[in-house]
T-cell receptor, first 114, second 115 residues
């Protein structure tokens, strides 16, 4: 019940295209859903996050779409650039103090080709 | 976001030695920090939750006597890998949570190689 399933495992997108990564969760107690971007040899960086009271959140070229009834959320990267090539992790947690452990997806290696 | 540092960034040691990794919060007093390990091309696995002034809470399957965690102040948590073996070679990353939604911010990671 604690799992977060992420797909695809790897993704190749042409420059300027839209990159889409999907995640699904089971635990209905989760109420915070962040996405992290990780470059090789670096720690993950918080990219964008959403709470279930909204269905979409947009920050620049990055958008999270959230479907509470389906227990799914996705990351869309518009106008994908070579600099976006990285590994992306979705995650989920509760925001209850003392129980805010993140459960991570398995990661998606994104490659943007010219 | 919070600024988190780790030291060292890389360490190579011989089998059987102990290695200490420091995690510092540079701009925030963190009562809780988290320690993760990440094997190549895999996701992050939470090892333990480090609580300032009290014992760490370890995840199932993580040996608390092997991975010693000390959260001595609101800005410093340390992870000591005792009697390290080659299978302990991994990328160790700390994080802290802050903000109304307990957003987690990660350090740059420490690459441990045990020969």
């Amino acid at each position: 019940q604690q799992q977060v399933k992420q797909s695809p495992q790897s993704l190749i997108v042409q420059k300027g295209g839209i990159s889409i990564i999907n995640c699904a969760y089971e635990n209905t107690a989760f109420d915070y859903f962040p996405w992290y971007q990780q470059f090789p040899g670096k720690g993950p960086a918080l990219l964008i996050a959403i709470r279930p009271d909204v269905s979409e959140k947009k920050e620049g070229r990055f958008t999270i779409s959230f479907n509470k009834s389906a227990k799914q959320f996705s990351l869309h990267i518009m106008d994908s650039q070579p600099g976006d090539s990285a590994t992306y992790f979705c995650a989920a947690s509760t925001t209850n103090f003392g129980n805010e452990k993140l459960t991570f997806g398995t990661g998606t290696r994104l490659t943007i080709i010219p | 976001g919070a600024v988190v540092s780790q030291h060292p960034s890389r360490v190579i040691c011989k089998s059987g030695t102990s290695v200490k990794i420091e995690c510092r919060s540079l701009d925030f007093q963190a009562t809780t920090m988290f320690w993760y390990r990440q094997f190549p091309k895999q996701s992050l696995m939470l090892m333990a939750t480090s609580n300032e002034g009290s014992k760490a809470t370890y995840e199932q399957g993580v040996e608390k006597d092997k991975f010693l965690i000390n959260h001595a102040s609101l800005t410093l948590s340390t992870l000591t890998v005792t009697s390290a073996h080659p299978e302990d070679s991994s990328f160790y990353i700390c994080s802290l949570s802050r903000g109304s939604y307990n957003e987690q911010f990660f350090g740059p990671g420490t690459r441990l190689t045990v020969l």
